[in-house]
């Protein structure tokens, strides 16, 4: 059964500074890797996505995400964090065949001050 | 990408009580999904609505409680049955666009059950 850990329930980076927000997954065969945002009382976002490819993938509003397949992560990163930045990050895994079931991780508070 | 309209985006239900949430692509789309976030929590995927054939749902959630419809490839309905204070979640649908496997969510819709 796939999975996804997010180890950091909270992750706190003065604005500015670099931001990494942890993931890691389990599937069965190649997987198919997600990041999404969650400001308060709005839906999920959409900030990018590892297919197949580079393993270096940039995204919106200045993020980007590195697959490692041996370490099986796909971390987010930020180079300078913005106040704006704070909020609900959510990984999420489905593997590359099969059903096309989305599967969350618990989610990482992110928090950035000024 | 998708756009997707869901409504409503929050109501606050009396128990024993049922609400039909309703989500509507903007374009046709094989598989939508309907998920659950509760309090502080991840999201949790409640069943997979495919158009012309019955939801498939996840374990922990029956149709008796969480009957879904859907008549076309564009729109969907969600409806949370005989509600219970436990029920008060925010509930989003989903949908696969593209021929890249990205996911695009509705606004959600935050319930409250009294």
């Known amino acids: 059964a796939q999975s996804v850990a997010q180890p950091e329930d909270q992750v706190n980076v003065a604005e500015g500074n670099p931001l990494t927000v942890k993931c890691t997954y389990s599937v069965s065969g190649n997987p198919y890797l997600f990041w999404y945002v969650q400001y308060p009382n709005r839906g999920l976002q959409f900030l990018l996505k590892y297919i197949t490819g580079d393993n270096l993938v940039k995204g919106s509003y200045g993020f980007e995400a590195e697959f490692n397949k041996s370490q099986t992560s796909f971390h987010l990163k930020k180079p300078s964090a913005l106040v704006s930045d704070s909020a609900l990050y959510f990984c999420a895994v489905r593997p590359y065949t099969g059903f096309q079931k989305l599967v969350f991780g618990t989610g990482t508070r992110l928090l950035v001050s000024p | 990408s998708a756009v997707i309209s869901q409504k409503p985006s929050r109501d606050i239900c009396q128990r024993g009580t049922s609400l039909t949430i309703q989500c509507q692509v903007d374009?046709?789309?094989?598989?939508m999904f309907w998920y659950r976030q509760q309090p502080g929590q991840s999201l949790t995927l409640i069943a997979t609505?495919?158009?012309?054939?019955?939801?498939?749902?996840e374990s922990g959630f029956v149709i008796d409680k969480f009957p879904i419809s859907r008549p076309n490839l564009t729109f969907s309905t969600l409806t949370v049955s005989n509600m219970s204070p436990e029920d008060s979640s925010i509930y989003l649908c989903?949908?696969?666009?593209?021929?890249?496997?990205?996911?695009?969510f509705g606004s959600g819709t935050r319930l409250t059950v009294v």
């Open positions: 374009s046709q789309v094989t598989m």
């Open positions: 609505a495919n158009q012309g054939s019955e939801a498939t749902y």
């Open positions: 989903s949908v696969i666009w593209g021929e890249r496997y990205g996911y695009t």
